[in-house]
């Protein structure tokens, strides 16, 4: 594979997805790829061609979303702890651009800029998107960390179908 975004479901079931912070029962939590909301994540499914939730047996189905749930919680337990301005967790499967089955974990916050902090998150400009300073990388280890750790926890807690 010349690049890993080209099939990420695929990567991520051959340990080669960067971005996977760890496996649960319904699929991969990964970090997003861009950071302009920090602790942006993603839950992909682990079954390659499923391009969307009703692609899954029923029992499975339960599971996605239950570890989308638990990534969700995973997501607000570490951005509110990081920042006061931590306002709430939004849960999206869309799929209109990427054609397998993931569900967007996405944290707003007060400080976003007023035209869009109750707007769906698409609705941020263009450059966020793009911008090189907020793009995943090495000063994003720390959050990465404490996502993974955070993950975990509520795993081995015994959160549902964890």
């Known amino acids: 594979m010349s690049d890993w975004r080209e099939d990420r479901v695929g990567s991520a079931l051959a340990g080669e997805n960067p971005t996977v912070l760890s496996r649960l029962p319904g699929g991969f939590a ?4 861009v950071q302009f909301l920090p602790g942006y994540c993603v839950l992909l499914t682990d079954r390659p061609g499923v391009d969307g939730l009703s692609g899954l047996p029923p029992a499975e189905r ?4 239950a570890s989308m749930e638990l990534l969700g919680q995973a997501v607000e337990t570490v951005c509110a702890s990081r920042d006061d301005a931590f306002r709430r967790v939004n849960l999206e499967i869309l799929g209109n651009t990427d054609a397998f ?3 967007h974990v996405w944290p707003r916050y ?3 800029p007023a035209d869009v902090v109750t707007k769906p998150v698409w609705l941020h400009p263009a450059q966020r998107w793009s911008d090189p300073a907020t793009r995943l990388g090495p000063p994003h280890d720390d959050l990465r960390a404490e996502l993974t750790a955070a993950i975990g926890g509520l795993a081995r807690s015994g959160a549902p179908d964890a």
């Open 101 to 103: 089955l993931h569900a």
């Open 30 to 33: 990964v970090i997003g790829d």
């Open 110 to 112: 007060d400080w976003e």
């Open 62 to 65: 339960t599971q996605f979303l």
